[in-house]
């Protein structure tokens, strides 16, 4: 009797260590949680190759990571004691947002607060940033939008940016009416938010018929999809392999947004680099904003910065030594292509509303607040736009936090995670400093 119970007991002791095991180096900032997070994702994966078996469900995946999400948190639509603010969901130009407004005298005018949350385009909503942005607007005092924008795979690119843009334009044409002065609008958002961030700021600057936004504040963006085998992405490779928010995953997220499916060339292709043709890594554009030594410039600048000297932050070593050597491959490692596959892509890779990072004049656009974290695996997307705003004129506040991981912010405003709360209270002091 008692065999048969330790065998089942022993299996769920294996599948705990197997999902909750994640090597984890000495600088990693607030392990705990990001081994919460990482044991998330991989207890769906296989959760979900275990139901596929039983009962395909297309997309199960992306439904059931939704699902998890939203579950724990709390309608932000209901009345919070104590908190400063009032939220209800409304309809901006067919979108539908949720609203924060802050308990106010009715002749205060206020700033605004466009907001953009992360998913990848296929996770995340309004519901599940709720804790992030009402903190946001509490700290704030403005009027904030959290836009709930469509997501793949059932609604690939542009649906997500043109959901963003519509909202924010009606927002800003009828700024009077919600009491806020539209010359005090800041556009914002994480990770894939920060990416839609990039690109409205850029489209409202074109649009002479809307007020420029004041103040843009990027966390962890991710900036472009031309480049998968940037440095930080090699860095979280050789840290944590396929777990977690590997290259694999990636692929997925950019495969679903653009395809609507996980099309396995389109990922092999993605996740070897070879998605684009030769010809195009060689362009001038590709040369110029997406060329490796940006990254190691910015991140010498950044350790000297931090007083850590000349090329010892862990996220960089020497480029002659041999920890660098072991794990890292320059760009014309991977300078093959495929010619057939960039030609069916480029169209939407290359669209503006996609590309805020191949601008040709940044000049004009608002003053921004950019964070990275040193193991975040899209860490150089964000690097990479914090340069082209500032070889093009814009005034950037570029931050690089040790240690910090992708969502480490957003984390901070449902758990006790320090340094995602010094990465958050440094965009909260840059917005008061600005405004």
Partial sequence: MRSVTTIPALIV??????????????????????????????????????????????????QFHRFAMELPMPAPDLPVPGSNVTARYTDFAGVRVLLYEPLRSSDEILPGFVYFHGGGYAIGSARGQGPFTR?????????????????????????????????????????????????????GGDSAGGHLAAGVAQHVFDDPTVPNFKLQILFYPWIQFLDCNTPSLQFYEHTFGKRGMSKPRLAEFISGYYLGNLDSEFLHHLETNRHTSAAFKRSSNYKKFLNHSIIFTKLEEASLQLGLGSSTSSSLPSLSSQAFREYYKPQEHFAEGNDTMWEEIQEAFLDPRNLPLFRDDFRGLPKAFIATGERDHIRDDGIFYAHALEQGGVEVIWKHYPGAWHGIAAFASIADVPTGAKMLGDGLRFFKENI
């Fill in 135 to 187: 903190l946001l607007a509490e700290e704030l005092h403005v009027v904030l939008v959290s836009v709930d924008y469509r997501l793949a795979p059932e609604h690939v690119f542009p649906a997500a940016f043109d959901d963003a843009l519509a909202a924010t334009k009606y927002f800003l044409k009828h700024a009077a009416d919600y009491g806020v002065d539209p010359s005090r609008v800041t556009v």
């Fill in 13 to 62: 002791v294996l599948f705990l260590g197997y999902v909750f095991y994640t090597p984890i180096p000495e600088d990693l900032a607030d392990p705990m949680h990001f081994r919460l997070i990482v044991a998330g994702l991989e207890s769906a994966a296989v959760l979900c190759n275990v139901w596929s078996i039983f009962q395909p469900l297309e997309n199960f995946y992306v």
